[in-house]
């Protein structure tokens, strides 16, 4: 069905060899809690930080990390390796390549046979149900989830008249319509642009709010039909058209720079993506404050934590799952680490709830990204979740280009999509 097996393979193949060298599994397995994990992590997170901790806190245990490359490098190298070639004893999936895994559940090990009958029952309720399959056995463990808020030039929303205070912010920005009013009067104030990009800060927040995404919750695929994407597609559109935005896109050459110049004044920040401001732009600490998202809450991000079921050793691996994915354990991390939790106790906690930072002002984050993740809808993703998003945020990118018009980017965005796709 889908124009890109070939390619996709051929690519999973040859990453699954790179790994052979670094990798367990084909054996017999070892029930040798402290036997060495052979642990594949995607990039971009950190993970050294997390095997520290761990190692800190069971001195005896053995990790040994490999960073493949990209989720979706991750996710090729895993598939390659579930076909046949030696896998991991753990590994990190993030929540948008889930479901391919998900729906091929034998290829893991059913926590449930671990940690027993309830092991998913801590963790917020649709980030457990995303790692569990149709027969009942719980795939992976949600190592994180990716609250959305807003962080603004506070300085910058100064200069140009407007409120500069997180709570008031928040009630002039209650929805996207006044959001975009917002960003017209900041421009208008200045003569800069409002937010940094339209496809991530925009696209991404609005999509990850609605309650039926591409698939319906059965599984079909509703994306080029359903009016929620539509609507979501259209706000990033009018916010284009509105004339308030960078059009500097995510990670791109000059989305650093911007985040320390002043190049705009708004961009999208899951709790993820602060550290980052942070790196970026050291000299404007202080100046950034950190509030909700118009609308309701959301969630950009997120991954969980599974044992293939050909590993080497897999309880070593649960010993790691145990330890790091407990409550405690993903409040420790945390607040080490700014990932975060999706244990519910966790995300309830005080030490969560409670958490500043005085880069961003002591802004209430830990207060917004636990409402946006309790408020949030959630929505079923299927296993073509991933090339859908690229086809309509790269039709985006194309349109802050000039290369789409606002008249043609919803039809060129499904073409693109269900070229994606092969559908």
Request: hydrophobic share 40%; proline share 5%.
């Amino acid at each position: 069905m889908k124009k890109s097996v070939t390619a996709v393979t051929a690519a999973a193949a040859a990453i699954a060899l790179a790994l052979t060298g670094c990798s367990s599994g084909g054996g017999a397995s070892s029930d040798d809690p402290n036997a060495e994990v052979a642990f594949w992590s995607f990039t971009g997170i950190n993970a050294k930080d997390g095997v520290k901790e761990y190692l800190e806190k069971q001195p005896d245990a053995k990790v040994k990390l490999t960073e493949v490359g990209s989720t979706t490098e991750t996710a090729t190298a895993l598939t390659a390796a579930l076909a046949g070639g030696k896998v991991p004893d753990l590994v990190m999936i993030q929540n948008d390549d889930l479901p391919q895994f998900v729906a091929n559940s034998s290829n893991f090990v059913d926590l449930r046979t671990l940690g027993g009958d309830d092991v998913a029952d801590g963790y917020l309720p649709w980030a457990a149900s995303a790692a569990t399959a149709e027969d009942g056995s719980v795939v992976g463990i949600p190592t994180d989830v990716g609250g959305l808020g807003f962080a603004y030039r506070a300085d910058l929303f100064e200069q140009a008249g407007l409120p500069t205070e997180p709570d008031e912010v928040a009630a002039m920005w209650s929805d996207w319509d006044a959001f975009i009013e917002m960003g017209k009067k900041y421009t208008a104030a200045t003569g800069k642009p409002f937010v940094d990009n339209i496809e991530t800060s925009v696209f991404f927040s609005t999509v990850n709010q609605v309650s039926e995404k591409y698939y319906s919750p059965d599984g079909e695929l509703v994306y080029d039909k359903n009016p929620q994407v539509k609507d979501a597609f259209q706000v990033a559109v009018d916010t284009k058209d509105a004339g308030i935005s960078a059009g500097i896109a995510a990670w791109s050459s000059g989305w650093a720079p911007g985040r320390a110049n002043g190049a705009f004044a708004v961009t999208v920040a899951p709790s993820w993506i602060l550290s980052g401001i942070k790196t970026d732009a050291p000299d404007t600490a202080g100046n950034w404050r950190v509030t909700t998202v118009p609308g309701v809450g959301g969630n950009w991000g997120g991954s969980v934590i599974a044992i293939p079921a050909r590993a080497k050793n897999p309880e070593a691996a649960w010993q790691y799952i145990e330890t790091m994915m407990s409550a405690e354990g993903q409040e420790d991390h945390f607040k080490k680490s700014g990932t975060f939790p999706a244990a519910s106790e966790a995300v309830a906690s005080e030490a969560v709830r409670a958490y500043t930072d005085p880069f961003f002002g002591d802004s209430k984050i830990g207060e917004v990204m636990a409402t946006s993740v309790e408020k949030f809808p959630s929505f079923y993703n299927g296993p073509d979740t991933t090339p859908i998003n690229g086809a309509l945020l790269n039709t985006l990118v194309e349109l802050e280009a000039g290369n789409v018009t606002s008249d043609k980017a919803w039809t060129t965005g499904l073409e693109k999509a269900k070229e994606a796709i092969g559908d």
